[in-house]
Protein backbone atom coordinates (compact mmCIF):
# COMPACT_ATOMS: atom_id res chain seq x y z
CA UNK A 1 0.00 0.00 0.00
CA UNK A 2 1.01 3.54 -1.30
CA UNK A 3 0.26 5.83 1.89
CA UNK A 4 0.24 8.79 -0.21
CA UNK A 5 -2.23 7.21 -2.21
CA UNK A 6 -4.52 7.50 0.45
CA UNK A 7 -4.05 10.87 1.96
CA UNK A 8 -6.50 13.52 0.09
CA UNK A 9 -4.61 15.73 -2.53
CA UNK A 10 -5.51 19.31 -0.22
CA UNK A 11 -3.97 17.09 3.01
CA UNK A 12 -1.01 16.40 1.11
CA UNK A 13 -0.41 19.57 0.34
CA UNK A 14 -0.70 21.49 3.61
CA UNK A 15 2.74 22.42 4.79
CA UNK A 16 3.27 21.16 8.57
CA UNK A 17 3.20 23.86 10.93
CA UNK A 18 7.02 25.48 11.41
CA UNK A 19 6.06 26.24 15.57
CA UNK A 20 5.63 23.03 15.87
CA UNK A 21 9.03 21.85 15.09
CA UNK A 22 10.49 24.30 16.64
CA UNK A 23 8.89 23.47 19.76
CA UNK A 24 9.68 20.18 19.93
CA UNK A 25 13.44 21.30 19.84
CA UNK A 26 12.51 23.96 22.89
CA UNK A 27 11.46 21.03 24.47
CA UNK A 28 14.08 18.97 25.39
CA UNK A 29 15.98 22.01 26.43
CA UNK A 30 15.29 22.67 29.96
CA UNK A 31 16.79 26.01 30.50
CA UNK A 32 15.37 27.45 27.52
CA UNK A 33 13.11 30.56 28.44
CA UNK A 34 10.18 30.03 25.32
CA UNK A 35 8.70 33.79 23.98
CA UNK A 36 7.02 31.82 21.74
CA UNK A 37 3.89 30.13 22.75
CA UNK A 38 0.76 31.77 22.23
CA UNK A 39 -1.00 31.12 25.58
CA UNK A 40 -1.12 33.17 28.07
CA UNK A 41 1.16 32.04 31.40
CA UNK A 42 -1.39 32.87 34.01
CA UNK A 43 -3.45 29.72 35.38
CA UNK A 44 -7.06 29.95 34.55
CA UNK A 45 -8.82 32.07 37.84
CA UNK A 46 -9.56 30.09 40.42
CA UNK A 47 -13.31 30.90 40.82
CA UNK A 48 -13.76 29.51 36.96
CA UNK A 49 -11.76 26.57 37.59
CA UNK A 50 -13.83 25.81 40.20
CA UNK A 51 -17.01 26.40 38.21
CA UNK A 52 -15.82 23.31 36.56
CA UNK A 53 -14.97 21.35 39.25
CA UNK A 54 -18.53 21.91 41.26
CA UNK A 55 -20.39 21.19 38.13
CA UNK A 56 -18.24 17.68 37.59
CA UNK A 57 -19.13 17.16 41.36
CA UNK A 58 -22.86 17.61 40.38
CA UNK A 59 -22.55 15.11 37.69
CA UNK A 60 -22.62 17.05 35.23
CA UNK A 61 -21.16 14.94 32.24
CA UNK A 62 -23.33 14.45 29.48
CA UNK A 63 -23.90 16.30 25.87
CA UNK A 64 -25.29 19.97 26.18
CA UNK A 65 -28.16 21.15 23.32
CA UNK A 66 -25.45 21.07 20.23
CA UNK A 67 -26.03 25.19 20.01
CA UNK A 68 -24.43 25.25 23.93
CA UNK A 69 -26.23 25.32 27.11
CA UNK A 70 -28.70 28.29 26.88
CA UNK A 71 -27.79 30.21 30.23
CA UNK A 72 -23.81 30.02 28.51
CA UNK A 73 -25.84 31.57 25.09
CA UNK A 74 -27.68 33.92 27.08
CA UNK A 75 -24.64 35.49 29.17
CA UNK A 76 -22.77 35.27 25.69
CA UNK A 77 -25.24 37.38 24.64
CA UNK A 78 -25.17 39.98 27.08
CA UNK A 79 -21.61 40.13 26.97
CA UNK A 80 -21.32 40.53 23.61
CA UNK A 81 -23.56 43.20 23.58
CA UNK A 82 -22.12 45.44 26.34
CA UNK A 83 -18.60 44.97 24.93
CA UNK A 84 -18.64 44.13 20.85
CA UNK A 85 -21.85 46.14 20.75
CA UNK A 86 -24.46 43.96 18.27
CA UNK A 87 -27.08 42.22 19.96
CA UNK A 88 -27.57 38.44 19.35
CA UNK A 89 -30.83 36.47 19.83
CA UNK A 90 -29.57 33.37 22.14
CA UNK A 91 -31.81 31.06 20.68
CA UNK A 92 -30.77 31.47 17.11
CA UNK A 93 -28.05 33.65 16.65
CA UNK A 94 -24.82 32.46 18.86
CA UNK A 95 -23.53 29.04 18.82
CA UNK A 96 -21.03 27.61 21.32
CA UNK A 97 -17.80 26.23 19.47
CA UNK A 98 -14.57 24.41 21.04
CA UNK A 99 -12.33 27.03 20.63
CA UNK A 100 -12.33 29.94 17.86
CA UNK A 101 -10.40 27.18 16.25
CA UNK A 102 -13.70 25.31 15.71
CA UNK A 103 -15.46 28.22 15.06
CA UNK A 104 -12.88 29.43 12.17
CA UNK A 105 -13.05 25.90 10.29
CA UNK A 106 -16.80 25.24 9.93
CA UNK A 107 -17.39 29.01 9.30
CA UNK A 108 -15.38 28.56 6.25
CA UNK A 109 -16.54 24.95 5.47
CA UNK A 110 -20.44 26.37 5.73
CA UNK A 111 -20.09 29.19 2.99
CA UNK A 112 -16.69 28.31 0.90
CA UNK A 113 -17.89 26.32 -2.64
CA UNK A 114 -14.48 24.79 -4.06
CA UNK A 115 -12.32 27.51 -5.57
CA UNK A 116 -14.44 30.59 -3.88
CA UNK A 117 -11.66 33.03 -2.53
CA UNK A 118 -11.41 34.07 1.09
CA UNK A 119 -9.29 37.72 1.56
CA UNK A 120 -7.16 38.02 4.60
CA UNK A 121 -4.46 40.08 6.16
CA UNK A 122 -0.88 38.70 6.81
CA UNK A 123 0.93 38.25 8.86
CA UNK A 124 -1.84 36.58 10.51
CA UNK A 125 -2.68 33.11 12.76
CA UNK A 126 -1.43 30.21 11.12
CA UNK A 127 -4.48 28.41 10.64
CA UNK A 128 -6.08 30.91 8.28
CA UNK A 129 -4.31 29.90 4.78
CA UNK A 130 -4.86 26.03 5.92
CA UNK A 131 -8.44 26.37 7.13
CA UNK A 132 -9.33 27.66 3.33
CA UNK A 133 -7.66 25.22 1.93
CA UNK A 134 -9.53 22.61 3.79
CA UNK A 135 -12.78 23.94 2.88
CA UNK A 136 -11.68 23.77 -0.58
CA UNK A 137 -11.20 27.80 -0.92
CA UNK A 138 -8.20 29.59 -2.20
CA UNK A 139 -6.92 32.24 -0.02
CA UNK A 140 -5.66 35.27 -0.91
CA UNK A 141 -3.28 37.21 1.86
CA UNK A 142 -3.56 40.71 1.59
CA UNK A 143 0.13 41.95 3.03
CA UNK A 144 0.35 44.85 6.05
CA UNK A 145 3.83 46.84 6.37
CA UNK A 146 5.78 47.39 9.07
CA UNK A 147 6.09 51.09 7.95
CA UNK A 148 2.01 51.28 9.41
CA UNK A 149 2.84 49.12 12.15
CA UNK A 150 1.04 46.57 10.39
CA UNK A 151 -2.09 48.24 10.59
CA UNK A 152 -5.32 47.39 8.06
CA UNK A 153 -4.57 49.16 5.39
CA UNK A 154 -8.29 49.12 3.80
CA UNK A 155 -7.03 50.18 0.01
CA UNK A 156 -5.03 47.04 0.20
CA UNK A 157 -7.71 44.99 0.38
CA UNK A 158 -9.37 46.71 -2.49
CA UNK A 159 -6.79 46.27 -4.84
CA UNK A 160 -6.23 42.36 -3.91
CA UNK A 161 -10.32 41.78 -4.57
CA UNK A 162 -10.62 39.81 -7.54
CA UNK A 163 -13.91 37.70 -8.97
CA UNK A 164 -14.93 34.85 -6.67
CA UNK A 165 -14.11 36.45 -3.27
CA UNK A 166 -16.72 35.54 -0.93
CA UNK A 167 -15.34 35.78 1.96
CA UNK A 168 -13.57 38.65 3.98
CA UNK A 169 -10.97 37.00 7.19
CA UNK A 170 -10.16 40.12 9.70
CA UNK A 171 -8.24 39.26 13.13
CA UNK A 172 -7.95 42.25 15.20
CA UNK A 173 -6.27 42.80 17.61
CA UNK A 174 -3.63 40.55 15.51
CA UNK A 175 -1.55 38.01 16.04
CA UNK A 176 1.26 37.89 15.63
CA UNK A 177 1.66 41.77 15.08
CA UNK A 178 -0.81 43.10 17.94
CA UNK A 179 -2.13 45.80 15.22
CA UNK A 180 -5.61 47.12 15.95
CA UNK A 181 -7.71 48.49 13.38
CA UNK A 182 -9.20 51.90 14.34
CA UNK A 183 -13.24 52.91 13.48
CA UNK A 184 -12.51 55.10 10.36
CA UNK A 185 -10.44 52.27 8.73
CA UNK A 186 -13.28 49.37 9.52
CA UNK A 187 -16.26 51.96 8.49
CA UNK A 188 -13.88 51.81 4.58
CA UNK A 189 -13.80 48.09 5.27
CA UNK A 190 -17.31 47.22 5.86
CA UNK A 191 -18.33 49.71 2.57
CA UNK A 192 -16.27 47.73 0.52
CA UNK A 193 -17.75 44.33 2.30
CA UNK A 194 -21.14 45.83 1.24
CA UNK A 195 -19.87 46.72 -2.50
CA UNK A 196 -18.54 43.37 -2.99
CA UNK A 197 -20.97 41.62 -1.11
CA UNK A 198 -18.53 39.75 1.24
CA UNK A 199 -19.18 37.84 4.15
CA UNK A 200 -16.94 39.22 7.30
CA UNK A 201 -15.73 36.45 9.49
CA UNK A 202 -14.52 38.32 12.59
CA UNK A 203 -12.17 36.47 14.68
CA UNK A 204 -12.19 39.47 17.70
CA UNK A 205 -10.58 36.76 20.13
CA UNK A 206 -7.94 39.41 21.96
CA UNK A 207 -10.40 41.68 22.01
CA UNK A 208 -9.57 41.95 25.86
CA UNK A 209 -6.45 42.55 25.72
CA UNK A 210 -6.21 46.17 24.04
CA UNK A 211 -4.05 49.11 24.96
CA UNK A 212 -4.58 51.62 23.07
CA UNK A 213 -8.06 52.79 22.74
CA UNK A 214 -11.00 51.10 22.90
CA UNK A 215 -11.38 47.66 20.48
CA UNK A 216 -13.92 48.18 17.77
CA UNK A 217 -16.02 45.27 16.23
CA UNK A 218 -16.58 45.42 12.53
CA UNK A 219 -19.99 43.66 13.37
CA UNK A 220 -20.83 46.97 15.23
CA UNK A 221 -21.20 49.62 12.26
CA UNK A 222 -24.06 49.92 9.86
CA UNK A 223 -24.96 47.37 7.69
CA UNK A 224 -22.43 44.97 9.49
CA UNK A 225 -24.54 42.75 11.76
CA UNK A 226 -26.12 40.78 9.02
CA UNK A 227 -23.35 39.92 6.91
CA UNK A 228 -20.56 39.17 9.67
CA UNK A 229 -20.26 36.35 11.79
CA UNK A 230 -18.49 37.70 15.03
CA UNK A 231 -16.02 34.88 16.39
CA UNK A 232 -14.57 35.08 20.37
CA UNK A 233 -13.33 32.68 23.04
CA UNK A 234 -12.36 32.63 26.07
CA UNK A 235 -8.45 31.51 25.58
CA UNK A 236 -6.99 34.15 25.58
CA UNK A 237 -8.29 37.00 27.81
CA UNK A 238 -10.08 34.91 30.54
CA UNK A 239 -6.67 32.66 30.02
CA UNK A 240 -8.59 29.34 29.31
CA UNK A 241 -6.95 27.55 26.39
CA UNK A 242 -7.35 24.46 27.48
CA UNK A 243 -10.98 24.47 28.32
CA UNK A 244 -11.42 24.40 24.46
CA UNK A 245 -14.16 26.97 23.97
CA UNK A 246 -15.21 29.62 21.69
CA UNK A 247 -18.16 30.87 20.32
CA UNK A 248 -19.58 32.37 17.18
CA UNK A 249 -22.67 34.70 17.20
CA UNK A 250 -23.98 35.90 13.45
CA UNK A 251 -27.34 35.91 11.36
CA UNK A 252 -29.37 32.97 12.34
CA UNK A 253 -29.13 31.44 8.94
CA UNK A 254 -25.36 31.37 9.09
CA UNK A 255 -25.29 30.08 12.69
CA UNK A 256 -27.93 27.69 11.37
CA UNK A 257 -25.47 26.57 8.31
CA UNK A 258 -22.37 26.08 11.02
CA UNK A 259 -24.78 24.22 13.69
CA UNK A 260 -25.21 21.51 11.05
CA UNK A 261 -21.47 21.04 10.47
CA UNK A 262 -20.87 21.11 13.92
CA UNK A 263 -23.58 18.75 15.42
CA UNK A 264 -22.06 16.16 13.45
CA UNK A 265 -18.02 17.10 13.98
CA UNK A 266 -18.37 18.06 17.46
CA UNK A 267 -22.03 17.34 18.98
CA UNK A 268 -21.12 20.15 21.71
CA UNK A 269 -18.73 21.74 23.47
CA UNK A 270 -17.67 20.01 26.32
CA UNK A 271 -20.41 20.94 28.95
CA UNK A 272 -17.64 20.42 31.79
CA UNK A 273 -15.51 24.13 29.61
CA UNK A 274 -19.19 25.91 29.22
CA UNK A 275 -19.91 25.66 32.81
CA UNK A 276 -16.40 27.02 33.36
CA UNK A 277 -17.14 29.64 30.71
CA UNK A 278 -20.48 30.44 32.34
CA UNK A 279 -18.93 31.51 35.57
CA UNK A 280 -15.96 33.19 33.19
CA UNK A 281 -18.53 35.55 31.52
CA UNK A 282 -20.62 35.96 35.00
CA UNK A 283 -17.91 36.90 37.70
CA UNK A 284 -14.31 36.73 35.47
CA UNK A 285 -14.04 40.34 33.83
CA UNK A 286 -11.52 41.51 37.08
CA UNK A 287 -9.80 39.25 36.45
CA UNK A 288 -9.49 39.46 32.42
CA UNK A 289 -8.21 43.13 33.37
CA UNK A 290 -5.76 42.14 36.35
CA UNK A 291 -4.14 40.19 33.64
CA UNK A 292 -4.35 42.95 30.82
CA UNK A 293 -2.44 45.23 33.28
CA UNK A 294 0.36 42.86 33.67
CA UNK A 295 0.30 42.57 29.38
CA UNK A 296 0.56 46.30 29.18
CA UNK A 297 3.16 46.78 31.77
CA UNK A 298 5.54 43.14 30.29
CA UNK A 299 4.59 44.83 26.71
CA UNK A 300 5.79 48.44 27.39
CA UNK A 301 9.48 46.63 29.24
CA UNK A 302 9.78 44.21 25.94
CA UNK A 303 9.62 46.53 23.47
CA UNK A 304 11.62 49.10 25.30
CA UNK A 305 14.12 46.64 25.08
CA UNK A 306 14.37 45.34 21.74
CA UNK A 307 14.24 49.10 20.21
CA UNK A 308 17.08 50.26 22.93
CA UNK A 309 19.17 46.73 21.46
CA UNK A 310 18.89 48.04 18.37
CA UNK A 311 15.76 45.92 16.85
CA UNK A 312 13.10 48.09 15.24
CA UNK A 313 10.33 47.34 17.31
CA UNK A 314 6.60 48.76 17.01
CA UNK A 315 3.91 49.06 19.95
CA UNK A 316 1.94 46.55 19.66
CA UNK A 317 -2.00 48.05 20.28
CA UNK A 318 -3.25 44.52 21.64
CA UNK A 319 -2.66 41.04 21.67
CA UNK A 320 0.09 39.60 23.55
CA UNK A 321 2.94 39.50 21.11
CA UNK A 322 5.69 41.83 20.10
CA UNK A 323 6.91 41.51 16.41
CA UNK A 324 10.70 42.91 16.40
CA UNK A 325 12.56 43.43 13.04
CA UNK A 326 16.00 41.17 12.80
CA UNK A 327 16.73 42.34 9.06
CA UNK A 328 19.09 44.58 9.74
CA UNK A 329 21.44 41.99 11.84
CA UNK A 330 22.83 40.24 8.81
CA UNK A 331 20.30 36.61 9.33
CA UNK A 332 17.13 35.67 7.91
CA UNK A 333 14.26 35.57 10.73
CA UNK A 334 13.87 31.73 10.77
CA UNK A 335 18.47 31.57 11.31
CA UNK A 336 18.42 34.01 13.60
CA UNK A 337 15.81 31.95 15.82
CA UNK A 338 17.61 28.82 15.16
CA UNK A 339 21.05 30.38 16.13
CA UNK A 340 19.64 32.20 19.33
CA UNK A 341 17.71 29.21 20.83
CA UNK A 342 21.17 27.61 20.14
CA UNK A 343 23.29 30.10 21.31
CA UNK A 344 21.51 32.03 24.52
CA UNK A 345 18.80 29.61 24.81
CA UNK A 346 15.86 32.07 24.09
CA UNK A 347 12.90 30.78 21.81
CA UNK A 348 11.14 32.98 19.41
CA UNK A 349 9.04 31.96 16.46
CA UNK A 350 10.10 33.44 12.76
CA UNK A 351 7.84 35.46 11.50
CA UNK A 352 6.95 33.83 7.87
CA UNK A 353 5.77 31.35 10.51
CA UNK A 354 2.41 33.78 9.69
CA UNK A 355 2.89 33.36 5.97
CA UNK A 356 5.36 35.39 3.78
CA UNK A 357 4.69 39.17 4.68
CA UNK A 358 6.36 38.26 8.31
CA UNK A 359 9.46 38.00 6.98
CA UNK A 360 12.72 39.76 8.65
CA UNK A 361 10.59 39.51 11.54
CA UNK A 362 10.33 37.48 14.62
CA UNK A 363 7.44 36.85 16.93
CA UNK A 364 8.30 37.38 21.17
CA UNK A 365 4.97 36.56 23.42
CA UNK A 366 4.89 38.67 26.14
CA UNK A 367 2.68 36.32 27.93
CA UNK A 368 5.50 35.21 30.09
CA UNK A 369 6.78 36.77 33.98
CA UNK A 370 8.70 39.99 34.05
CA UNK A 371 11.29 37.63 35.14
CA UNK A 372 11.69 35.77 32.55
CA UNK A 373 11.29 38.88 29.94
CA UNK A 374 14.17 40.35 32.24
CA UNK A 375 16.39 37.53 31.61
CA UNK A 376 15.20 36.88 27.92
CA UNK A 377 15.75 40.48 26.54
CA UNK A 378 19.38 40.53 28.11
CA UNK A 379 20.33 36.55 26.43
CA UNK A 380 19.04 38.59 23.38
CA UNK A 381 21.05 41.61 23.60
CA UNK A 382 24.20 39.62 24.43
CA UNK A 383 23.20 37.72 21.43
CA UNK A 384 22.29 40.76 19.39
CA UNK A 385 25.49 41.99 20.25
CA UNK A 386 27.72 38.88 19.03
CA UNK A 387 26.26 39.58 15.50
CA UNK A 388 26.95 42.96 15.37
CA UNK A 389 30.59 42.07 16.62
CA UNK A 390 30.73 39.24 13.93
CA UNK A 391 29.56 41.21 11.25
CA UNK A 392 32.19 43.98 11.96
CA UNK A 393 35.24 41.18 12.46
CA UNK A 394 33.85 39.66 8.90
CA UNK A 395 34.21 43.68 7.15
CA UNK A 396 37.92 43.71 8.72
CA UNK A 397 38.78 40.67 6.96
N1 LIG B 1 -7.60 33.02 16.50
C1 LIG B 1 -6.40 33.57 16.74
C2 LIG B 1 -6.08 34.88 16.10
C3 LIG B 1 -5.47 32.95 17.57
O1 LIG B 1 -4.29 33.53 17.81
C4 LIG B 1 -5.80 31.69 18.14
C5 LIG B 1 -4.83 30.97 18.98
O2 LIG B 1 -3.66 31.28 19.06
C6 LIG B 1 -7.06 31.14 17.87
C7 LIG B 1 -7.94 31.83 17.05
C8 LIG B 1 -7.49 29.83 18.43
O3 LIG B 1 -8.15 30.02 19.63
P1 LIG B 1 -8.89 28.87 20.43
O4 LIG B 1 -7.97 28.46 21.54
O5 LIG B 1 -10.13 29.53 20.95
O6 LIG B 1 -9.18 27.77 19.50
Not at 15 to 37: C, H, N, T, W, Y
Not at 94 to 117: C, H, M, Q, W, Y
Not at 381 to 391: C, I, N, P, Q, T
Amino acid sequence: MNPSDYVADHVKSLPRSGIRDFFAIVSEMPQAISLGIGEPDFVTPWKIREASIFALEQGKTSYTDNRGLLSLRKEISTYVASFFGPEYDPQSEVLVTVGVSEAIDIALRAILNPGDKVLYHEPCYVSYAPSVTLAHGEAIPVGTVPGKSFSLDPEAFEQAWEPGCKILLLNFPTNPTGGTADRSKLERLAKFAVEKDLIVISDEIYAELTYEGEHVSIAELPGMKERTILLHGFSKGFAMTGFRVGFACGPDWLIEAMMKIHQYCMMCAPILSQEAALEALRHGTEDVMRMRDQYQKRRDFIVRRFNEMGLDCHLPRGSFYAFPCVQTLGLNEVDFCHRLLREQEVAVVPGTAFGSHGEGHVRASFSTSYEKLVKAADRMESFVGSLSKERVDEAAV
